[in-house]
């Protein structure tokens, strides 16, 4: 099965009468759609282009690129796809010795520099719980994470105003596809890394990609504070 297959699978499941009609609700223009449904040209489409397609088609971008796992969006099981890992907030005791406690914060950010400094988000409670069996089999350093609360609807459905992301500052290593926490321009957003044409851009999974143009990531104004491994949130 190609991609030009699941494509047009994808498309007449989820109601889209024509590729005109595709092309309104992914951001992709109608000729490149028509491309990947007449498998015209060597090379692939780009990893952005298939991932609006597959928000707009409401299916896995893994299952939409490659064919791999299922079919359903957000049931792929891997945070550099479409979706994170998600779950109910789990509350644990304090001195729980199965959890780690993750500060939440606030950034505070400079446009132009690439550190990055924290406060307590006293609004929102001062620690989120994670289980150590999880973050210890990942490998990853619990005084390395931070946990930070979503804003906006730009990584809608993915990341809903409100969920609360934690982020491995110890991982800055830009990954295709991957969600990272910027420092962008001195402000902090949370953005899907794509490689493009040989250059590094953040993209929204919204996808109304009118209002959530993509930005470039070629210079100082584009600094990675970390990537984005887990959420918690009330959407299922």
Known sequence: ???????????????????????????????????ILKAVGVKGPESSTVAALAAACNVSFNWLNEGIGPKARGNDGTATATNFPHQKVAIAEPGDPNSYFIKKVKLQLRAGVTGFQTVPDIYDGDTVSLAKNWADRKGYNPKALIALTVAGESMEPNLYAGDVVIVNTADMEKKDGAVYAFNYDGEAVIKRLVKERGEWWLFSDNSDQARHRPKGCASVDCGIIGRVVKRETDHI
């Open 1 to 35: 099965m190609t991609i030009a297959s699941r494509l047009d699978e994808a498309m007449h499941e989820a109601g889209f009468p024509s590729q005109s009609a595709l092309a309104r609700a992914s951001g992709i223009p109608q000729p490149t759609i028509n491309r």
